[in-house]
């Protein structure tokens, strides 16, 4: 397995190189990262050279918002259809399903199409930066949130999409590109959630204590990681829970609270407005234990994967009840303890499996709502909050650099799914390959064989 170096390297022609791209949840946010390999055996070492970040044209997050929301719709349909005629549903002599997603896959392939030029810029801005060459890179990996359909009349099983065209790419940069790292677990009946958790163990596992990464993203999650100073093989003890929905019902709560003005809230500034409603918290929960996953449609969920209800069943459900009517503020200042409360609580049931003393980092985008951080810092008093800039990674694109560790280790032939995590069928390597130029691909299988 390989383990984390923390310091610079310095140009070698001894390392191998790998880029990660990974584009944030909501398509926000472009992360690139350089890493160095130094060889594809087991202790190597994985070494951080350089990573940074880009926000995303508001043409693509919101073209990615409209898209999710059409193929939520859709599915929606096709679920009422399914009910309403169970064997009409399985015919395949219908072009319904053609018909129904000609619209989608448009957006989609211009979506791609847009993305793919981004990225392109993005790497040469990465390798502008460094003294590393184009012709030393083994493998370009890339990551994007997807997004997920089926075939309405086939039965089929859920498909995912990537935002990002691998084989385009390749093409583009005359490097080799892995991605599919999601639909390879997926494929293996896994869940595809969590990919990242063998790079998390690699690149924060090297201290003498445990530590515990709790992820503010769109979902509130957390990764546990045990100490491979102590233990080289403690990546068969990470764990991993998603425990409640953050940054969609946030952001989702800020625009009903704005009238559609804004979707962030900037630093907390609305929800410290709000009042905590216990009535409202008390419903919240109780509308969760009544409905479990199997009991909802598939729109409230960001992905099939995901056991965590999205924005849209929380507002429904408080929508639906006529009998309870509360401020836009203190709805959204509600949220903010719904969503630490329920983390605090999530690891508390959870302590046997963390040996002491452990550190918690925190990080995601929702970490600088203030009164969530006062709010999470008040509920693990004494921890204190350790963040990623401690361990030497840039706090919005440390993503990116598991991206390309998960790239090395496709590279190095190495299994980075985590079947008791992810309940995936067996052990397997993620991800697929798109050649580049002959040069490019020889340096791959090289690195491969070395």
């Not at 002599?93 to 030029?117: E, K, N, Y």
């Not at 216990?278 to 419903?283: I, N, R, V």
């Not at 836009?328 to 609580?345: K, M, N, P």
Request: glycine letters at 6%.
């Amino acid at each position: 397995m390989f383990f984390f170096k923390n310091k610079t390297p310095v140009a070698s022609p001894s390392l191998h190189w790998f880029i990660g791209v990974h584009i944030s949840s909501q398509a926000r946010k472009l992360e690139t990262a350089l890493v160095g390999v130094e060889a594809a055996r087991p202790g190597a070492g994985v070494l951080l050279q350089k990573n940074m970040s880009f926000d995303l044209p508001e043409e693509i997050f919101t073209a990615f918002d409209e898209l999710r929301a059409q193929l939520d719709d859709e599915r929606e349909e096709t679920n009422e259809r399914k009910d309403s005629a169970p064997d009409a549903s399985r015919s395949r002599d219908s072009d319904a399903f053609f018909t129904d997603a000609s619209s989608d896959l448009t957006q989609l392939f211009q979506l791609r199409v847009m993305l793919t030029t981004l990225q392109v810029e993005a790497i040469e801005a990465l390798l502008a930066e460094t003294d590393v060459r184009r012709d030393e890179i083994v493998a370009v990996a890339i990551n994007d949130p997807g997004v997920w359909t089926r075939a309405a009349d086939w039965d089929a099983p859920p498909t995912r999409y990537g935002l990002a065209d691998g084989a385009l790419l390749a093409e583009k940069t005359g490097l080799n590109v892995v991605d599919g790292f999601v639909g390879k677990d997926w494929a293996t009946d896994g869940r595809g959630l969590p990919v990242f958790a063998l790079p998390y163990w690699i690149l924060l596992g090297g201290s003498e204590r445990d530590r515990l990464l709790i992820d503010l993203g769109e979902t509130a999650r957390w990764t546990y990681i045990p100490s491979s100073a102590v233990d080289k093989k403690s990546w068969t003890r990470v764990s991993f829970q998603e425990v409640a929905p953050c940054g969609s019902l946030l952001n989702a709560l800020t625009e009903a609270t704005t009238k559609g003005e804004s979707k962030l809230d900037v630093g907390g500034r609305l929800s410290v407005q709000g009042s905590r409603s216990a009535e409202l918290l008390d419903f919240w929960r109780e509308a969760r234990r009544a409905r479990g996953k199997d009991a909802l449609p598939p729109r409230y969920f960001s992905s099939p994967h995901s056991a965590t209800p999205a924005a849209p069943f929380y507002l429904e459900a408080l929508q639906k009840d006529e009998s309870r009517r509360f401020n836009a503020l203190d709805a959204l200042c509600t949220a903010v303890h719904y969503i630490a409360e329920s983390i605090a609580e999530n690891v508390e049931s959870n302590a046997s499996r963390f040996n002491e003393p452990f550190d918690v980092v925190l990080t995601g985008a929702a970490k600088q709502n203030g009164l969530l951080f006062n709010r999470l810092s008040a509920l693990f008093t004494p921890r204190q909050f350790h963040s990623l800039d401690e361990f030497g990674f840039l706090e919005d694109s440390f993503d990116a650099v598991a991206v390309a560790t998960l790239g090395a280790l496709f590279a190095a032939g190495v299994p980075a799914s985590l079947p008791r995590l992810t309940g995936a069928a067996r052990e397997s390597l993620l991800g697929r390959v798109s050649p580049g130029t002959p040069e490019n691909w020889k340096r791959f299988w090289q690195f491969r064989l070395a």
